[in-house]
């Protein structure tokens, strides 16, 4: 089983639609949550990290239920330019543990006019 | 301020040949990471350095890569002899020293390998 699993879409919306994602992860010493985002044959950028009270910034909003293992990403009001792949990403904590990010398959969304 | 930067971009090599990657980070950022993305399949962790020491090598597939950041600064990732199952992107990434609470890293716009 993957360390975190993604469903790798494509997700195809319009301008304009709300759209999200999901990912588990397995390994409960996960500690430190993220979004980033990769463009068609660029790196991966940090979108935002995820905390357990949920957070916004601006259309995206990100939530953690650590019982269930489950992130989720939401996007509202879709621009074209959100069109790329969003990767879950944990980092886990502890001893043995420095800081390596460990990320899921990625989801492509693609925004149509 | 400059980003973290790879050389080379593109890579084309035969299967046996050797292959090296570079990578300069951030200037202050203690923490180095290679990773890689295969075809098809997620990015993962290839080695983490702290200045010049190796802290975790648990995500290097074999013997045949060798990783060095000689002095701390850039680091360099040696494929010798590459096989044709180590094409893919590498990529670079770089974070501040621990304690500042940033767990950001900072990534590299990656080389690509062709092994034929």
């Known amino acids: 089983r993957k360390e975190v699993e993604q469903d790798p879409g494509p997700f195809n919306v319009p301008e304009g639609a709300t759209v999200a994602f999901n990912c588990t992860y397995s390994?409960?010493?996960?500690?430190?949550f993220f979004w980033y985002r990769q463009d068609c044959r660029k790196e991966p950028k940090l979108l935002m990290s995820?905390?357990?009270s949920g957070n916004e910034d601006g259309r995206f909003t990100a939530q953690l239920n650590r019982a269930s293992q489950y992130i989720s990403l939401l996007i509202r009001d879709s621009k074209l330019s959100d069109s790329a792949t969003y990767l879950c990403?944990?980092?886990?904590?502890?001893?043995?543990?420095?800081?390596?990010?460990?990320f899921g398959q990625g989801t492509t969304l693609q925004v149509k006019p | 301020e400059a980003g973290v930067t790879q050389f080379p971009s593109h890579s084309v090599i035969e299967k046996g040949q050797t292959v090296t990657l570079r990578c300069d980070p951030i200037?202050?950022?203690?923490?180095l990471y290679w990773y890689r993305r295969v075809m098809g399949k997620e990015i993962k962790f290839l080695l983490h350095?702290?200045?010049?020491?190796?802290?975790?090598e648990s995500g290097m597939p074999n013997n045949r890569f060798l990783a060095e950041r000689t002095g701390g600064t850039y680091s360099t990732l040696k494929v010798q002899p590459a096989e044709l199952e180590d094409s893919g992107v590498y990529f670079c990434?770089?974070?501040?020293?621990?304690?500042?609470?940033?767990?950001?890293?900072?990534f590299g716009p990656g080389t690509r390998l062709t092994v034929t």
């Open positions: 350095f702290v200045k010049e020491s190796k802290q975790d």
């Open positions: 390994n409960s010493a996960s500690q430190s």
């Open positions: 995820v905390y357990s």
């Open positions: 990403v944990v980092i886990l904590h502890g001893s043995g543990n420095t800081g390596k990010l460990i």
């Open positions: 200037s202050g950022h203690d923490n």
């Open positions: 990434a770089s974070s501040p020293p621990r304690g500042t609470g940033v767990y950001e890293q900072y």
